[in-house]
């Protein structure tokens, strides 16, 4: 079984930053890729970043330039460095690792979302 545990989540204020975390643990061969999603209320789930075992990184325009997505393949752990956070940057923030290679198979698998709160 592959969990993910999210850490790194809070209230901060505007122009502030956050650092999230993510670490895969289970019985894993690979990660082929590694992302943040967010979704705050009333909207759908969508797309922040994301960062393939080759690091290469795919940024949504409503973040570039002011987040950070890294990773650590030998800990198969992703970051979001968070910088200039603004109001409309607050959401649950759910980890993603995708085509996850286990002994069964390949799958998908999310975290349990850790809330960043952006407000003075």
């Known amino acids: 079984q592959v969990q993910l545990v999210e850490s790194g989540g809070g209230l901060v204020q505007p122009g502030g930053s956050l650092r999230l975390s993510c670490a895969a643990s289970g019985s894993i061969f690979s990660i082929y890729s590694m992302g943040w999603y967010r979704q705050a209320p009333g909207k759908q789930r969508e797309l922040v970043a994301t960062?393939?075992?080759?690091?290469?990184?795919s940024i949504s325009d409503s973040v570039k330039g002011r987040f950070t997505i890294s990773r650590d393949n030998a800990k198969n752990t992703v970051y979001l460095q968070m910088n200039s956070l603004k109001p409309e940057d607050t959401a649950v923030y759910y980890c993603?690792?995708?085509?996850?290679?286990?002994?069964?198979?390949?799958?998908?698998?999310w975290g349990q979302g850790t809330q960043v709160t952006v407000s003075s």
């Open positions: 960062i393939t075992s080759g690091l290469s990184t």
């Open positions: 993603n690792a995708a085509r996850v290679r286990t002994m069964s198979g390949l799958y998908d698998y």
